[in-house]
């Protein structure tokens, strides 16, 4: 009986694994991390500098998300203790991460004609420009390791009203998968870890030859690719959420 609860438990990981994956690809964050390698790369800045770079921006990304999570998580199982508000909650839950994953379906149609520049889900026009400027102005100081972290934390921070859409139905479904805060705590800290793999990820690969316009191309190629997935990811969440 005991392997059994141990096993069920260890199933429920595999959604926050994708869900991890899955936003530290989307574009919200690789169109940003992608301007930031080309900038550094613009500015003169060397392999190894890039990669210290990555590093500090890496960190305080993970940290941000984490922390931010962990409030989330912590409002929303307070608030679950409430049974009238934890059905509302987990409607909630469903209902957002439906209409996301129906908006990537979408978005994956706009692609397909071509349309990229009108998909839905995508930073806003402000919060790109604002990203941007902060990139340029912490790319140029010389202290370039503690700029790289205070430049992942504002990124983190501007990001999170795109990544936020997979974070929020995630942390719903947390929730809902567990009674336990530790094991919640657990869960947010893989959710963390997976969505930092694709950045190290893109930060060795430039480090070791691959320039922005080639990742660039490959995201390009593939953003069909990742908005099915979403869609699909979305739509078993909501699921998943529905039957918790």
Same mark, same amino acid.
């Given at each position: 009986?005991?392997?059994?609860?141990?096993?069920?438990?260890?199933?429920?990981?595999?959604?926050?694994?994708? &869900?991890?994956?899955? +936003?530290?690809?989307?574009?919200?964050?690789?169109?940003? !991390?992608?301007?930031?390698?080309?900038?550094?790369?613009?500015?003169?800045?060397?392999?190894?500098?890039? !990669?210290? #770079?990555?590093?500090?921006?890496?960190?305080?990304?993970?940290?941000? /998300?984490?922390?931010? =999570?962990?409030?989330?998580?912590?409002?929303?199982?307070?608030? *679950? *203790?409430?049974? $009238?508000? *934890?059905?509302?909650?987990?409607?909630?839950?469903?209902?957002?991460?439906?209409?996301?994953?129906?908006?990537?379906?979408? +978005?994956?149609?706009? @692609?397909?004609?071509?349309?990229? *520049? +009108?998909?839905?889900?995508?930073?806003?026009?402000?919060?790109?420009?604002?990203? %941007?400027?902060?990139?340029?102005?912490?790319?140029?100081?010389?202290?370039?390791?503690?700029? &790289?972290?205070?430049? =992942?934390?504002?990124?983190?921070?501007?990001?999170?009203?795109?990544? =936020?859409? $997979?974070?929020?139905?995630?942390?719903? /479904?947390? $929730?809902? &998968?567990?009674?336990?805060?530790? /094991? =919640?705590?657990? @869960?947010?800290?893989?959710?963390?870890?997976?969505?930092?793999?694709?950045?190290?990820?893109?930060?060795?690969?430039?480090?070791?030859?691959?320039?922005?316009?080639?990742?660039? +191309?490959?995201?390009?190629? %593939?953003?069909?690719?990742?908005?099915?997935?979403?869609?699909?990811?979305?739509?078993?969440? &909501? #699921?998943?959420?529905?039957?918790?």
């Amino acid at each position: 009986k005991l392997s059994i609860e141990k096993s069920k438990t260890l199933i429920k990981f595999i959604p926050v694994i994708l &869900a991890g994956l899955l +936003d530290g690809i989307n574009p919200c964050a690789f169109t940003t !991390l992608i301007f930031l390698l080309s900038y550094l790369t613009f500015a003169g800045k060397q392999k190894k500098e890039i !990669l210290f #770079t990555g590093i500090a921006f890496t960190l305080a990304v993970f940290l941000t /998300y984490f922390i931010v =999570g962990l409030g989330g998580f912590s409002l929303i199982q307070s608030l *679950s *203790s409430f049974p $009238v508000i *934890s059905k509302i909650i987990k409607w909630i839950g469903v209902l957002f991460a439906f209409i996301i994953g129906v908006l990537n379906f979408y +978005d994956y149609y706009l @692609y397909k004609k071509g349309k990229t *520049s +009108d998909n839905i889900l995508q930073l806003q026009k402000f919060l790109t420009l604002k990203i %941007h400027e902060n990139i340029r102005e912490k790319s140029k100081s010389k202290f370039f390791f503690a700029s &790289a972290f205070i430049l =992942g934390f504002l990124v983190s921070i501007f990001e999170l009203a795109c990544t =936020g859409q $997979v974070y929020l139905p995630t942390i719903v /479904y947390i $929730v809902k &998968a567990t009674p336990l805060k530790i /094991y =919640g705590i657990a @869960y947010l800290l893989l959710y963390n870890l997976m969505f930092i793999v694709p950045l190290l990820m893109i930060f060795l690969l430039v480090y070791f030859g691959i320039t922005s316009e080639k990742l660039t +191309d490959i995201f390009k190629t %593939h953003l069909g690719k990742i908005k099915i997935s979403l869609g699909i990811f979305f739509i078993s969440l &909501a #699921t998943l959420i529905l039957f918790l």
